[in-house]
C-alpha cells in the first residue's frame, strides 16, 4: 500500500512523540530561505525533516537539501517504500534516511541511516528563522543594547558577533520552543 506525504507525515509526528523523551517541538512547514521544510524538531538543536511520499519525485530535493543544509544541525529524507532503495543516492551521507511503510501490523518504521552532524549548517542563517520580537528576548536576556529602530538584519549580526555560539544557540531554540504560532 502506498503511503502519501499526509500519512507519512503523521506517522513520522506520532513516531517523535513516541521516542523523544526530552522537550521537544514538533514544527510543521517552516520556510527555510528559498524552500519550506515539512517537519522541523526543535530540543537542544533543529533537525529538519524532508519527506517524500511513495508517488514523489526527487525534483525539487536538491535544492532542498541547499536549503536545509544552511539551517539545521542534522537532516532527514523521510520517504515511502517505494523511495526505500534510491533514497541513499538522493541525500548526502551525512543525511539520516527513515522508511515509513503500511503493514498488516499497521505503519512501521526503519531508520535506513542515522543522520550526522551537518557540515553545512550556518547558524548565523538559525536567526533569520527568529522574528524580530524573538530577537530582542534574545539581546535583552544577553544584555545587551535593544538596537531600538535597527532592522532584524542588523539585529542578528549584531546577536552572531556577540553571544557565544553555544549560548546562542540555545536562546534560539528556547524561542522557537515559546513562540506563538497564531501569528
Known amino acids: 500500500m502506498f503511503m502519501n506525504d499526509y500519512e507519512i507525515r ?5 513516531y517523535i512523540d513516541d521516542t523523544h523523551f526530552d522537550k521537544v517541538r514538533i514544527i510543521d512547514e517552516l520556510v527555510i530561505g ?3 521544510a515539512d517537519i522541523v524538531i526543535v530540543t537542544n538543536f533543529l533537525t529538519g525533516y524532508e519527506i517524500k511520499g511513495d508517488t514523489d519525485s526527487y525534483t525539487r530535493l536538491p535544492n532542498q537539501i541547499k536549503e536545509y543544509d544552511k539551517y539545521f544541525q542534522q537532516n532527514y529524507l523521510v520517504v515511502g517504500a517505494s523511495h526505500r ?3 541513499p543516492r538522493h541525500v548526502p551521507p551525512y543525511w539520516g534516511i ?5 503493514s498488516e501490523k499497521g ?3 526503519e531508520t535506513l ?3 550526522e552532524s551537518n557540515p553545512e549548517f550556518h547558524l548565523e542563517r538559525q ?3 527568529l522574528w524580530h520580537a524573538e530577537l530582542v528576548n534574545i539581546l535583552r536576556y544577553n544584555k545587551l543594547p535593544e538596537c531600538s529602530g535597527k532592522n532584524k538584519s542588523r539585529i542578528r549580526k549584531f546577536l552572531f558577533e556577540n553571544v557565544p555560539k553555544s549560548d546562542l544557540q540555545k536562546q534560539i531554540c528556547e524561542e522557537l520552543f515559546e513562540r506563538l504560532w497564531t501569528h
Open 10 to 14: 503523521e506517522a513520522l509526528c506520532n
Open 113 to 115: 541511516r542515522e543522520a
Open 85 to 87: 532503495k534510491s533514497a
Open 107 to 109: 505503519i512501521q518504521t
Open 98 to 102: 527513515m522508511c515509513f511503510f503500511a
Open 34 to 36: 528559498e524552500a519550506r
Open 127 to 129: 536567526l533569520e528563522l
